[in-house]
Structures are given as structure tokens and as C-alpha cells.
């Protein structure tokens, strides 16, 4: 990380919630590793990601939890949130249901963090050149966004692996701007 500087190196948690089967671990393997499994890992309780990003040649220090949708976890929750600094709530553009889940994973993080930035995102983008695949269209997204106040949605693919980038850099951008140290 030649030109940086950890002199004011900034760390922020950053809880990924979603219904089970939406792509949360796949996703998050994605941007920390460039890969994913191609097979379904169950996620029991939460599992943990570090990833280090520059944003204005200062290292960020994320640190990733994926939380597990499966209710025998909830009781954990709040252990599992304590520090949030950022959620990101994922759902698949062809599951309808994890749609409709978003507004219980937004109350379930407003429980707990009443301002924290939150995106979704919209796993299986790669659908979208056949909309009978497609059981969310963007009106409804458009529409939740707007009341329930999210920073940013954000469409990918991992099959083919695109924008995944694009909606992390945004978190982490509003991250940095909230929470920089002076």
C-alpha cells in the first residue's frame, strides 16, 4: 500500500444480514477473497471477515459479520451487533420472500443502532435480462428505499462477479466520512 498512511487508520464493523440462501457468505467471500463457493455453506451464528481498504490514503480496517438468519441464533444477536458501524442487508432479485424480509432485518438493526448506514443488496442481477426470472421488480425497491431511508442499493451478480465492489466502496466511503477521526 505504497502512499498511505496508518496514522489515522479508521476500523468499522459491519453486520450483513438476510434471509437464508441470499447470498450474504458467497458475497462477502467475493469481496474479500475474489471468489466464492459455487456450493451452499450454511452460516451457524456468524462468521468473521477482515478486509483492508485505502480511502484518502488512510487504511480502513473493515471487520465483517455475516449473522445467520436461522432462528436458533437469535438470542445471539445482540452480542453479534455490539459495535456496528454499517449493516448490509442482502436479498435475491428472484426470492421474493428474502425481499420481503428487508424490513425485518432493518427493524431488527434499528432495535439496536438508530442511525447506522444501512444499503441492500440485490443478489442475481445476471436475471435480469429475463424478467420472468425476476420475482422483485425496481419499483418495490425504490419504493422500500424510500421508506425505510437506505444510503445505497446495489444489484450483483455472483456468477459474474460485478458491482459488488462498487456497493462496498459506497459503505465504506460514508463510513470514513461519518466516523474519520480528525
Given at each position: 500500500?505504497?502512499?498511505?498512511?496508518?496514522?489515522?487508520?479508521?476500523?468499522?464493523?459491519?453486520?450483513?444480514?438476510?434471509?437464508?440462501?441470499?447470498?450474504?457468505?458467497?458475497?462477502?467471500?467475493?469481496?474479500?477473497?475474489?471468489?466464492?463457493?459455487?456450493?451452499?455453506?450454511?452460516?451457524?451464528?456468524?462468521q468473521?471477515?477482515?478486509?483492508?481498504?485505502?480511502?484518502?490514503?488512510?487504511?480502513?480496517?473493515?471487520?465483517f459479520w455475516?449473522i445467520?438468519?436461522?432462528?436458533?441464533?437469535?438470542?445471539?444477536?445482540?452480542?453479534?451487533?455490539?459495535?456496528?458501524?454499517?449493516?448490509?442487508?442482502?436479498?435475491?432479485?428472484?426470492?421474493?420472500?428474502?425481499?420481503?424480509?428487508?424490513?425485518?432485518?432493518?427493524?431488527?438493526?434499528?432495535?439496536?443502532?438508530?442511525?447506522?448506514?444501512?444499503?441492500?443488496?440485490?443478489?442475481?442481477?445476471?436475471?435480469?435480462?429475463?424478467?420472468?426470472?425476476?420475482?422483485v421488480?425496481?419499483?418495490?425497491?425504490?419504493?422500500?428505499?424510500?421508506?425505510?431511508?437506505?444510503?445505497?442499493?446495489?444489484?450483483?451478480?455472483?456468477t459474474?462477479?460485478?458491482?459488488v465492489?462498487?456497493?462496498?466502496?459506497?459503505?465504506?466511503?460514508?463510513?470514513?466520512?461519518i466516523?474519520?477521526?480528525?
Amino acid at each position: 500500500m505504497v502512499g498511505t498512511t496508518n496514522k489515522k487508520m479508521e476500523q468499522f464493523k459491519v453486520v450483513v444480514l438476510g434471509s437464508e440462501t441470499s447470498g450474504k457468505t458467497s458475497m462477502l467471500k467475493q469481496y474479500t477473497q475474489g471468489s466464492f463457493p459455487r456450493d451452499y455453506i450454511k452460516t451457524l451464528g456468524a462468521q468473521y471477515s477482515k478486509y483492508n481498504a485505502v480511502i484518502k490514503k488512510h487504511i480502513v480496517n473493515l471487520f465483517f459479520w455475516d449473522i445467520s438468519s436461522n432462528e436458533e441464533f437469535l438470542y445471539m444477536r445482540p452480542a453479534f451487533y455490539r459495535g456496528t458501524k454499517a449493516a448490509i442487508i442482502v436479498f435475491s432479485l428472484k426470492d421474493k420472500k428474502s425481499f420481503e424480509d428487508i424490513e425485518y432485518w432493518y427493524k431488527d438493526i434499528r432495535d439496536f443502532f438508530e442511525d447506522v448506514p444501512i444499503i441492500i443488496m440485490g443478489n442475481a442481477s445476471d436475471l435480469e435480462e429475463d424478467r420472468s426470472n425476476q420475482a422483485v421488480d425496481n419499483d418495490k425497491i425504490e419504493g422500500l428505499m424510500k421508506k425505510l431511508h437506505i444510503l445505497g442499493f446495489f444489484k450483483f451478480s455472483l456468477t459474474k462477479g460485478n458491482d459488488v465492489h462498487e456497493a462496498f466502496h459506497t459503505l465504506i466511503n460514508e463510513l470514513y466520512t461519518i466516523y474519520r477521526k480528525n
